[in-house]
Each structure stands twice: as C-alpha cells, then as structure tokens.
C-alpha cells in the first residue's frame, strides 16, 4: 500500500476484554514497530520485528501483550484483560534497513 | 536500549524567530532521525543524518550530528504558527529505533 495502515482507528472497550489491533506496513518493508504513546507523552517501544529475526520483546509491559507478524506483511498487536493503564494511542511503523521509519496514523485504545 | 533524548521539554517562541531543539543519546548509532507529530497521531518524518555525516538541511531545517557528544540538534529556522508541533528524535542502530520523550514548540503568531 501506499503508506502504514493501522485498524481501528478508534475502540473503545471495556476493562477485562481482549483486543487485537491491526497493522498493514508499506509493502516490502522489513523491519515493523509497534510503539504506545499515552496522553502528552512520549513514544514507548515495544516490539519490533526485522524480517525473519526472532522479534525484539523486550518493550512489552506485561505477559498480556503480545504481537505477531506474518513474514513481512500485517502485524496484530493483542492486549489481554485490558485495564484501564492501557488506554493509549498505539502507533505501527514499518521500514527497510537502516532507513526512514513511516508511520501509520495509530489506534487510539480506550478502556472503560 | 539506547533512546533518545530531547530537551528542552517545551519552547515557546515568536513567529520569525529560531526554534533549536537538542537530542542527546547513549550509545553508537547508524543514524538518527527527527520527527514531527501534530496531534498524538502518526508521526512524519522531517530528516534522517547518518552517522558520518555532520550537518544536513532541507527547507528551513537545519540537523546537526556530533558523534563524539552522542548529540544532534535540530533548528527550525524563521518559525511559523504551523510549526506548532511535538518533535522527536529516534536513534539507533540497524533498525532498533527508539524515542525520546520529545520537545514541545509553541509558534505564537
């Protein structure tokens, strides 16, 4: 595609439900981010997948996240039991090597 | 895991006037990127400089790179309301890139 595409754009859900969000990068891209960014902060890493490396967790803030990715292409980011801590703007990036890092436009979590 | 850090936190300045924004880092880096983000959604990228290189420019923005400070700056030059933004640098190495906390700049028309 032209550009990252992230899915929802918004959810809202309630405390305890799962969610799962959805991140397409820019084709042939093979390094992919996903970064959460709360109210007037900065970006906090949390994964990153290069190629066929196994990915780099080390950003994840419990055992109720965790992400996938299919070769080099989409990416779901799952929240467990989600709290009220997670609500969050929860940006996807992709690149090649070594290069400019695009982002998508990010899904903005809300959990009531 | 190395991040980049900005400062100042906040900078409000004049329409026309300067805006410098400084990135301090910790470890070695291939390059380092500064970005612009407009609404606490995606964020755009404004300049990539490479680790051997030492200034690099485009449009009114100026980035300079010290490898030996572990240091960049970026300068907006002759500001504009539009340029009301948080501004970020990532750094790193390969493709392990991380952010800072960012800089806030306020352009008063």
């Known amino acids: 595609g032209a550009g990252v595409s992230q899915s929802p754009s918004n959810k809202v859900t309630e405390k305890g439900k799962d969610v799962e969000l959805r991140c397409d990068p820019i084709?042939?891209?093979?390094?992919l981010y996903w970064y959460r960014q709360r109210l007037g902060q900065g970006l906090e890493f949390l994964i990153y997948?290069?190629?066929?490396?196994?990915?780099?967790k080390s950003g994840l803030p419990s055992d109720r996240f965790s992400a996938e990715r299919t070769g080099e292409s989409v990416s779901t980011l799952t929240i467990q039991r989600t709290q009220q801590e997670d609500s969050a703007v929860y940006l996807c990036?992709?690149?090649?090597?070594?290069?400019?890092?695009?982002f998508g436009e990010g899904s903005w979590l809300t959990v009531v | 895991s190395q991040q980049g850090e900005e400062d100042p936190q906040a900078l409000s300045i004049q329409e026309g006037e300067n805006a410098t924004m400084n990135c301090s880092y910790k470890?070695?880096?291939?390059?380092l990127q500064w970005y612009r983000q407009n609404s606490g959604r995606g964020l755009v990228h404004l300049i990539l400089?490479?680790?051997?290189?030492r200034e690099k420019h485009s449009g009114r923005l100026r980035v300079t790179l010290d490898t030996s400070k572990k240091s960049s700056s970026l300068l907006i030059t002759a500001s504009r309301a539009a340029d009301t933004a948080s501004y970020f640098c990532?750094?790193?190495?390969?493709?392990?890139?991380?952010f800072g906390a960012g800089t806030r700049l306020t352009v008063k028309p």
């Open positions: 990036a992709s690149s090649l090597l070594r290069n400019t890092i695009y």
């Open positions: 084709s042939g891209h093979t390094a």
């Open positions: 997948f290069q190629g066929n490396s196994a990915p780099d």
């Open positions: 470890t070695s880096i291939n390059n």
């Open positions: 400089i490479r680790s051997n290189e």
């Open positions: 990532a750094t790193g190495i390969n493709n392990d890139m991380r």
